[in-house]
């Protein structure tokens, strides 16, 4: 088996990309195809307002991200926090994923709350992406970087 060299995770922000959705979404790794029905029906289940984070909010979740990256010791590549979702480029390190995105997220989410932002912020679950080779590292890293631009 290929040693694990790094990934992308990316979340989004609640409400922001159900499954559904017109740009496509992804479920257990597989990237599905639009389906209003599905959509409409995640939308009714919403328990609040569809939430967008604001640049000083970008700001504030980006810093805190990179502040818990230091804390685990991961080296981040590339990180880019927009106002719908974020993505992550970083070094593997031998922790369970679910629990890096569980810091990151947790993270933000808490210095969001120093700027008053309360409910939910973001959309249960992620998507990961695993880099097995440089190459694979590489285009994930310019594609985030593409992000900041």
Known sequence: MAKTLGYM??????????QGDNR???KDGKILPANEALLQSNQQLQVQDTFKLSK??????H???LKRAELLKQQIYALAVK?????????????????????YKSTARLALKT???????WTK???????FDN?????KIKYVSSHNK
């Open 125 to 131: 679950g992620y998507d990961i992406r695993y880099c």
């Open 135 to 139: 190459r694979t590292l590489e285009r």
């Open 24 to 26: 496509r979404y992804v």
């Open 83 to 103: 106002s719908t979702h974020i993505h992550i480029v970083a070094k593997y390190i031998p922790e369970p994923i679910a629990q890096i995105v569980a810091y």
């Open 115 to 121: 700027m008053g932002c309360e409910g939910k912020v």
């Open 56 to 61: 000083p909010q970008q700001e504030v979740a």
């Open 9 to 18: 995770i990316t979340f989004t922000t609640y409400g922001t990309w159900l």
């Open 63 to 65: 810093q805190a991200i």
